[in-house]
């Protein structure tokens, strides 16, 4: 009786093709679980265990790696010593498998994959007997596509199966363990980066790129410079993730995952002036993200600037001929649209946490003014940047803007009114232009106070806190407008 091997992962039609095999005579041997597959649908099915008589090791890992399997498969019938070597080891011939792959390339597609899960998926017996079966196509029939079951049907019952056909389904095979080796090359090779060291020299560190987009920082396109660390990674996505936020012309300069100075303007020259002169002190080593094209001008202004990192959407030709005089800055070509991820994950000990990224946003037209005094026409416009801004901000968070640059930043406190005396200290300037943003609501009112003292007159903040009276009574006090946006944003 001829024996077929079925072992599939992608189990479209196996079981059709299963039954047309027996009703032509085929004992049929599989593995675990499509052999589970076909006792469920009726079909009778030995497992490979009948002809290895050696049990599945290693959770599956080993099950068809074995003398019986491979000697029946590759056996040339015409060489006599071949079919007398079987008959003195008692291995019986196979004489159709049918295999397709563990599903690596949908495996590793996924955006929280890990490294144990694509190593996990590289199947090691399917290859081996797709090429085994392969090579041995003129007495073995390899299926490795189910859309050709229905026709290797129809030849066998026709004894059609002549040496072409045969020779077309090893053509298929070979094309197919191409591929699939080729897409574990691309993931490893191009999936995993080793990074020279992590936040500091004594610890090992990798990049994993699961979609790598040519609007992410994974999918970025590096024109020059040398390679990327593990805290210049983390500082670019920061600024990247500011700037896209930006429809008109906008510069980020972002320092240790803060940003440091964020400008606007007419142009990205202007954009990138303002952002410099929020905190030129702070930009010194830094990374700069940049929403539009860089022309010469912005170049020549970038280029006198120590920076690790500079990114855009493209560069123009006489921008590179000037950024690149310098050997080991970092300029990378990236996409401005936003991406479409709408999740974030975080590990911590024992696992890791998912959660949906900050995307909300709030026009000011949806904001409320607590106070009796209302906002000028400037600090509206100074309110959008600012509430912009201060969410990409370490909490507790303080923003100081105007309506074209951040003036003042502070980032990472343990209370907030330490955060406002931060940026009110780091102040380029401080007048009745510049508000005051806070990614959390006041839980006292001391940060009103400091505020005013200082000479701020407008504040937005999400309100909430049970002492919110408080702080709108003192801002009426002390002639400060308070907006409410109901909306908070710490970022941890």
């Given at each position: 009786?001829?024996?077929?091997?079925?072992?599939?992962?992608?189990?479209?039609?196996?079981?059709?093709?299963?039954?047309?095999?027996?009703?032509?005579?085929?004992?049929?041997?599989?593995?675990?679980?499509?052999?589970?597959?076909?006792?469920?649908?009726?079909?009778?099915?030995?497992?490979?265990?009948?002809?290895?008589?050696?049990?599945?090791?290693?959770?599956?890992?080993?099950?068809?790696l074995?003398?019986?399997?491979?000697?029946?498969?590759?056996?040339?019938?015409?060489?006599?010593?071949?079919?007398?070597?079987?008959?003195?080891?008692?291995?019986?011939?196979?004489d159709?498998?049918?295999?397709?792959?563990?599903?690596?390339e949908?495996?590793?597609?996924?955006?929280?994959?890990?490294?144990?899960?694509?190593?996990?998926?590289?199947?090691?017996?399917?290859?081996?007997?797709?090429?085994?079966?392969?090579?041995?196509?003129?007495?073995?029939?390899?299926?490795?596509?189910?859309?050709?079951?229905k026709?290797?049907?129809?030849?066998?019952?026709?004894?059609?199966?002549?040496?072409?056909?045969?020779?077309?389904?090893?053509?298929?095979?070979?094309?197919?363990?191409n591929?699939?080796?080729?897409?574990i090359?691309?993931?490893?090779?191009?999936q995993?980066?080793?990074?020279?060291?992590?936040?500091?020299?004594q610890?090992?560190?990798?990049?994993?790129?699961?979609?790598p987009?040519?609007?992410?920082?994974?999918?970025?396109?590096?024109?020059?410079?040398?390679?990327?660390?593990?805290?210049?990674?983390?500082?670019?996505?920061a600024?990247?993730?500011?700037?896209?936020?930006?429809k008109?012309?906008?510069?980020?300069?972002?320092?240790?995952?803060?940003?440091?100075?964020?400008?606007?303007?007419?142009?990205?020259?202007?954009?990138?002036?303002?952002?410099?002169?929020?905190?030129?002190?702070s930009?010194?080593?830094?990374?700069?993200?940049?929403?539009?094209?860089?022309?010469?001008?912005?170049?020549?202004?970038?280029?006198?600037?120590?920076?690790?990192?500079?990114?855009?959407?493209?560069?123009?030709?006489?921008?590179?001929?000037?950024?690149?005089?310098?050997?080991?800055?970092r300029?990378?070509?990236?996409?401005?649209?936003?991406?479409?991820?709408?999740?974030e994950?975080?590990?911590?000990?024992?696992?890791?946490?998912?959660?949906?990224?900050?995307?909300?946003?709030?026009?000011?037209?949806?904001?409320?003014?607590?106070?009796?005094?209302?906002?000028?026409?400037?600090?509206?416009?100074?309110?959008?940047?600012?509430?912009?801004?201060?969410?990409?901000?370490?909490?507790?968070?303080i923003?100081?803007?105007?309506?074209?640059?951040?003036?003042?930043?502070?980032?990472?406190?343990?209370?907030?009114?330490?955060?406002?005396?931060?940026?009110?200290?780091r102040?380029?300037?401080?007048?009745?232009?510049?508000?005051?943003?806070?990614?959390?609501?006041?839980?006292?009112?001391?940060?009103?106070?400091?505020?005013?003292?200082?000479?701020?007159?407008?504040?937005?903040?999400p309100?909430?806190?049970?002492?919110?009276q408080?702080?709108?009574?003192?801002?009426?006090?002390?002639?400060i407008?308070?907006?409410?946006?109901?909306?908070?944003?710490?970022?941890?």
């Amino acid at each position: 009786m001829k024996k077929a091997l079925l072992s599939v992962s992608d189990k479209t039609g196996i079981i059709d093709f299963a039954q047309e095999l027996i009703l032509l005579g085929y004992e049929l041997y599989s593995t675990g679980g499509t052999m589970r597959h076909l006792e469920e649908n009726g079909v009778s099915v030995k497992s490979v265990i009948d002809l290895t008589q050696f049990p599945e090791i290693m959770n599956g890992r080993v099950k068809t790696l074995h003398p019986h399997i491979h000697g029946g498969i590759l056996a040339d019938r015409d060489v006599p010593e071949h079919i007398e070597s079987l008959k003195e080891l008692g291995i019986e011939l196979i004489d159709l498998v049918a295999v397709n792959l563990y599903p690596f390339e949908q495996v590793v597609s996924q955006h929280d994959v890990t490294e144990a899960d694509a190593v996990e998926n590289i199947d090691i017996g399917g290859p081996t007997m797709l090429r085994a079966s392969a090579k041995n196509f003129r007495h073995v029939l390899t299926v490795v596509n189910p859309e050709d079951y229905k026709t290797v049907i129809e030849k066998l019952k026709h004894n059609a199966a002549d040496y072409y056909f045969r020779k077309s389904l090893m053509i298929k095979v070979f094309q197919h363990t191409n591929r699939y080796d080729a897409a574990i090359v691309n993931f490893f090779s191009d999936q995993v980066t080793t990074l020279r060291y992590g936040e500091n020299p004594q610890q090992k560190a990798r990049f994993i790129k699961t979609s790598p987009t040519p609007n992410t920082i994974a999918g970025a396109k590096q024109l020059h410079g040398k390679e990327l660390s593990y805290n210049n990674i983390k500082d670019a996505d920061a600024a990247l993730q500011l700037v896209k936020k930006f429809k008109v012309p906008a510069a980020v300069a972002v320092k240790h995952m803060n940003p440091c100075g964020v400008g606007t303007g007419e142009t990205i020259t202007e954009a990138f002036s303002n952002a410099y002169s929020a905190d030129n002190q702070s930009v010194f080593g830094g990374i700069i993200s940049l929403n539009k094209p860089v022309d010469e001008q912005t170049a020549a202004l970038l280029k006198n600037i120590f920076l690790e990192v500079i990114i855009a959407p493209s560069f123009t030709a006489e921008a590179l001929e000037l950024l690149t005089m310098k050997k080991n800055i970092r300029l990378l070509e990236i996409l401005m649209d936003e991406e479409e991820e709408d999740e974030e994950f975080v590990s911590v000990s024992g696992g890791y946490l998912v959660q949906e990224k900050d995307n909300a946003e709030i026009d000011i037209s949806d904001m409320s003014v607590a106070t009796k005094g209302q906002p000028t026409a400037d600090q509206w416009k100074a309110i959008e940047l600012g509430w912009t801004v201060v969410k990409s901000v370490k909490s507790n968070a303080i923003v100081l803007s105007t309506d074209k640059q951040t003036v003042g930043i502070g980032a990472g406190q343990m209370n907030r009114v330490g955060s406002a005396k931060i940026a009110i200290e780091r102040a380029v300037e401080i007048n009745d232009h510049v508000i005051m943003a806070s990614d959390g609501f006041f839980p006292m009112s001391d940060t009103v106070k400091t505020a005013a003292d200082a000479g701020i007159r407008c504040i937005v903040q999400p309100g909430g806190s049970i002492k919110d009276q408080e702080s709108i009574d003192l801002a009426d006090e002390l002639g400060i407008a308070m907006v409410m946006t109901g909306m908070r944003h710490f970022k941890h």
